[in-house]
């Protein structure tokens, strides 16, 4: 069995900063990818930071600069720093693993974390 478990994510001031985590677990032979997505209610999910199949990182337009995604692939472990917070990023944030192959030789084609609350105000 394969979970991806986000922690992170909370109340912060605008402005503010906030670290996000991801890790993906269990019988797990390879994985693609992991990158972050979020959404805010009655809209679309978007994707907000992932990386190419070179290993660039790749970031939607409104957060360049101030959001940064790094990994760590031996542990399939994906790290979202959120800088400069506006209340704009305000959204539920949730982490992607793509195409997870396990031990058991199934493949997933995604998986999703549970999702993790971040609001900036004041």
């Known amino acids: 069995q394969v979970q991806v478990v986000q922690s992170g994510g909370g109340l912060v001031q605008p402005g503010g900063s906030l670290t996000l985590s991801c890790v993906a677990s269990g019988s797990i032979v390879s994985i693609n990818g992991l990158d972050w997505h979020r959404q805010v209610p009655g809209k679309a999910r978007e994707m907000v930071a992932g990386?190419?199949?070179?290993?660039?990182?790749v970031y939607m337009d409104s957060v360049k600069g101030r959001f940064t995604i790094s990994r760590d692939s031996d542990k399939n472990t994906v790290y979202l720093q959120l800088r400069n917070l506006k209340p704009d990023d305000t959204a539920v944030y949730y982490c992607r693993a793509e195409r997870v192959v396990t031990m058991g030789g199934y493949t997933h084609s995604e998986l999703w974390g549970q999702g993790t609350l971040v609001t900036v105000s004041s």
């Open positions: 990386f190419t199949s070179g290993g660039s990182t």
